[in-house]
Structures are given as C-alpha cells and as structure tokens.
C-alpha cells in the first residue's frame, strides 16, 4: 500500500435559509451564526488534524457548507492562517471556496482573493427565476451573473457553477436553457447534476409536482452532454465538466481513492497509515464540535476498513470517472491484491458495464454509466 494524495476539508455549516433539497450538515442561522467562536474551534481543530497529517503535504483544500460566504473575508483569511500555521501546503495547492451569488451572503470577492482563496465554485442551481424560487434559492438570474463578473474582476480565473436538471416541471428546452445561460459566462468548469429526493430533506417528504420521470431524465442528460462538448466542456466524471486542464483537483482526489482530512462539524476524514485505511468523523451538531474542540475531548480514533469496505467504497468513487482508474491505483491505494480486483470485476464486465484498456486500466462503459448505481451497488453485494 502507497501513501496517496492527501487533501484538508473544512466545513462550515450555517446558511441563511436551508433549502428543501438539501441533505447536508447546514444550518438556519445567517448572521446570528457564531462565526467567531467557530473559528476558534477551526484553527484548535487544525491543530490537531496536524498531528494526523504527520507533515504530509496539502494538495488541496476546500471549503464547503452551508454558505462558506456567509464568513467575511477577514475571516476566511484567519482560517487559512491557521491552515498555513498548522499545516504543511503544497505550493500551487488548489484552494476552493463555495459561494452563494445572494447579496445577502455573498462578501467582496476581492477580499476571498487577497486571503487565499484561488477557486470559486458558485451555486447558481438555475437561471429561471421562478424556478429558484420553488427550489428556496434567495438570489436570482442577475445576482448569477453579478457574483461571476465580480470574481472575475477580483482575479478569479478559475471558477465553477453549480447548476441542477430535472427540476419539477423543468421542460428539456428549459434545463438547456439554464445549461447555455451557465456556458455563456464562460466558467472554467460546470458540475451538472441532476435533482435528488434525499432522505431527511422537505422534498423527500413532500416531493414537489412535475419531476421527470427516468426516461426524460435520460434525454435531457444526453443533449445537455452534446451542448458541453461542443462548447469545449469534457465530461471527466458523472456530473463534472471541464475547459481545458480545470477538473477539480480536490475531488478528483476523493474519486481516486485519495486521503483527506476533516475539519467543521460534521466532517469526513480518511487516512492512510501503517497499511491501513480509515474513516473518522467530527460531531455534527455546530454547538457541539465546538465544546468538544473548547473542551479538548480527544478526537476519535478512525475505524480501518475491511477489505470489503476498501473494494465497495474504492468503486463507488473511482467508477465516476469516465476514464475509470489503473490496476496501480487500486493495489496502492487499498493494499487489495490485483486477482481481488480481476475477480470483482469479472462479472460487471462479462453484462457490459465495465470494460478493460489495453494498458490495464478499468473503466464504465456506456452501458455502465447509465446504470451506475447498479453497477457500484453490485459491489456491495460482493460484501454480503
């Protein structure tokens, strides 16, 4: 087993208003949020995070939520302070923060630049007004548009724009709409996903009229990926689209398998050591993460995946990608022979769904993509 990659996330969890698809950590609380006494927490938790990094170098850090924007600009420069003190950044390290276009929440994009933040990732989810409306969003098409002129007056060259499908009562013409509206702004990469009833969220309880059914699901995807292409987006991973050399590098590195550590409420942590893989997580509850780090309660220990877990959890990520993963990859970052891997993979591509290169790398066919979940979850039959 090789030492991979290794990332910092650190989440931020409150919001101004929680949307009704939303199935992550956040939080309602706007400017009543305790933003000063959370940083505090941030930096004693990246001071511990140190001691499980061992010195490693950062590739990548990303700050996601909630409304990371929500914090000022002063803030989020204290915050990667406390990175630039505890921990050891690769220069270069690709440094993503996500932001909201509302006025409300959205801080100069000038200041997030001058504190170190080299990527912005803009959750637009549409362009048609009354759409973001259903879906609980407090800006609009123009604030969209204002958020990425601005960043880009700021410096900002490598920016990406959030945006969903299959929206209730979205035509195909409409969700292309949106698609041409993302393209015209020019963003260096575009995550195209489409909408999700999640556990635990409004929409699950009460799904809202005029979702597609699976087959306009399909075609609006199909024509959406033929616009991007032609308009020199390539499709890297289910939902990612790239100008030239500008995947994210940061999930690229969840998708290959790569350690990561956790910082925030509610935080996902995975490493590598002594031939072993682990997982950990931070409390979820905002309040108490930050007793926990005030009160010095020792981090939890991560629990070591079996080699079941390795297999299912290395495919649910790596079988994202359009160009698949190495033989390499898998046996160095599991530590799973390579028989475990032509074994598991024997029967997905004996029904079409994976398919072998001539230089040994694995990757979903067509056939494969579309049935993705199916395929990733034929792993974890593998486990039972």
Known sequence: MTTPPLSLYVHL?????????????????GTSAPRGRYL??????????AVRADGRLIESVFLGGGTPSLFTPPE????????????????????????????????????????????????????????????GRIHDSEDIARAVREARDAGFDNLNIDLMHGLPGQAPAAALA????????????????????????VFHARPPAGLPDDELASEIEEQGRAVLADHGYRQYEVSAYAAGDR???HNLNYWLFGDYLAVGAGAHGKITRAGTVGRYVKPANPLQYMLAMEGGVPSAEPGVLSAADLL????????????????RVFTERTGLDATVLAE??????????????????????????????DLQLGFLQETA
């Open 13 to 29: 969890p409150w919001c101004v208003r929680k949307c009704p698809y939303c199935d992550f950590n956040s939080h309602t609380a």
């Open 40 to 49: 505090d927490a941030l930096v004693g938790d990246l001071a511990r995070e």
């Open 76 to 135: 989020i420069e204290r915050l990667l302070a406390g990175v630039h003190e505890h921990l050891n950044l690769s220069p270069g390290a690709e440094i993503t923060m996500e932001a909201n276009p509302g006025t409300v929440e959205c801080g100069d994009p000038a200041g997030y630049r001058a504190a170190g933040i080299n990527r912005l990732s803009i959750g637009a989810q549409s362009f048609d007004d009354s759409m973001l409306a259903k879906l």
């Open 178 to 201: 949106d698609l041409a509206a993302a393209i015209a702004l020019e963003p260096a990469h575009i995550s195209w996903y489409q909408l999700t009833l999640e556990p635990n969220t």
């Open 247 to 249: 995947r994210c590098r």
């Open 312 to 327: 299912f959890e290395f495919m649910l990520n790596a079988l994202r990608l359009n160009d698949g993963f190495s033989e």
């Open 344 to 373: 598991a993979m024997a029967g997905p591509q004996s029904r079409g769904l994976v398919e072998q290169t001539g230089d040994g790398n694995w990757l979903p066919t067509a056939h494969g993509r579309r049935f993705l979940n």
